[in-house]
């Protein structure tokens, strides 16, 4: 067995950081890495990153351990559009026995100090891994028992850390922290959403976890509610629009296609057949989204415009991003939306590659009040 560190600290939330290790759709380890080099580069932190193609997750290593506390911040979620989760690596412990698996944890543990309120098992999203998540279930209690054992988890202490246990493979183990209320509140940070199966298309998801993970519940609260009035661009077979008009919202449905029974069943959805890159609405509405399939940056250009023109206040939408290049695409588009709503004002503009997307990101925009 060995431990790539051997740091102790006083308080918990100092305890010594080796990197960042974070989660992602398999394929997109490369995208993860670049925008933590990114992020590091701005803090001034020296590292190296590591991304196996097929992996499910990617990591960095600083050049020199930095303590839990302000990682956060210098590496926010929020930043990170490819990642699901994003932790902070203690140690790494290798050669982990098939039996015995939590002596050399808690040593390890011990060893740097890790004081913690709660423990999470769990492997990347990835084909090699995923068969692991069986015997991670089975070994939580008996780890958890065995933290007990030597004062290193304190349930009781809610404000502690969490620490997180990830197997990469059967016999290597990745300890790593975040703090309480930091990082995906999700296991594998793969939201678990319900969606009626009445539901048009399978898209209906994506625009369910974009509104979970790309508003605040204050937001959410306070810019969607029942009574509003929604576009939406690109609509049939009509799983958004069906989201919406279940939400409360009157919506404008624009696609030549046909939408769903199910859709027209909700008498929320008006179906208009139209271009949805040439239509604009007679009046202002709150909100606009749209799945169009088509160039990303001509993408970005509308709902730039929708929202600095003020045909909407606040627009969810989808960006289908080349297989290569995805990080420089999205950065063209980003600069573009940036450009043509300066006229009206600072904006709020957000994207995260959903559990549901593919090849795409999702993003939210709205002018900043
Ligand atoms: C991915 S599907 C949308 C799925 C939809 N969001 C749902 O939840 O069911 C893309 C849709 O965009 C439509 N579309 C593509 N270009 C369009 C355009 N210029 N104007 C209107 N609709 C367009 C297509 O007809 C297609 O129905």
């Known amino acids: 067995m060995a431990v790539a560190s051997n740091r102790s600290s006083s308080s918990p939330k100092d305890v010594p950081c080796q990197g960042v290790l974070a989660f992602c759709r398999v394929g ?3 995208e993860v890495v670049a925008e933590l080099m990114d992020l590091a580069g701005r803090s001034g932190i020296r590292a190296e990153g590591t991304a196996a193609t097929g992996a499910g997750y990617a ?6 351990a930095l303590p839990l506390r302000g990682l956060a911040e ?3 979620l929020r930043d990170l559009v490819f990642a699901r989760q994003r932790l902070f690596w203690v140690a790494r412990a290798d050669e982990i026995p098939q039996r015995g698996r939590d002596a050399p944890i808690v040593a390890a543990l011990e060893r740097h100090g890790v004081l913690v309120s709660r423990l999470v098992i769990e492997v990347p999203d990835s084909d090699a891994a995923r068969p692991l998540s069986g015997f991670c279930g089975r070994f939580e209690t008996p780890l958890a028992e065995a933290m007990v054992a030597v004062k290193r988890l304190r349930a009781d202490q ?7 246990v990830v197997f990469t493979d059967a016999t290597t183990a990745w300890l790593a922290l975040v703090e309480a209320g930091d990082g995906s509140p999700w296991p594998m940070g793969i939201p678990r959403l319900r969606v009626s199966k009445e539901a048009p298309s399978r898209s209906a998801h994506k625009l369910v976890e974009a509104i979970e993970a790309l508003l605040t519940d204050k937001e959410r609260e306070a810019s969607l509610r029942a009574g509003q009035r929604a576009v939406d661009l690109g609509a049939a077979p009509g799983g958004w629009s069906w989201h919406l008009a279940r939400r409360g919202l009157r919506v404008v449905a624009i696609d030549n296609g046909p939408l769903a029974p ?3 069943a909700t008498g929320m959805i008006q179906h208009l057949k139209a271009d949805g890159f040439t239509w604009r609405p007679a009046r202002p509405v709150d909100w606009m989204v749209c799945d169009m399939v088509a160039q ?5 250009q509308l709902v730039a415009e929708w929202v600095a023109a003020g045909r909407c206040r606040h ?3 989808n960006l289908k991003l080349p297989m290569k290049r995805r990080g420089e695409e999205l950065q063209r588009c980003r600069a573009l939306i940036f450009k043509l709503t300066r006229v009206a004002g600072p904006v709020d503009l957000r994207f995260k590659h959903l559990y549901h997307d593919r090849d795409e990101v999702t993003g939210y925009l709205a002018l900043k009040r």
């Open 315 to 317: 627009c969810i939408f």
């Open 59 to 64: 990591t960095l290593k600083f050049a020199e």
């Open 262 to 264: 199910s859709a027209h």
């Open 74 to 76: 210098q590496f926010p």
């Open 296 to 300: 990303p940056i001509r993408v970005a």
């Open 158 to 164: 809610t404000g502690l850390p969490v620490l997180h």
């Open 28 to 30: 997109f380890e490369g």
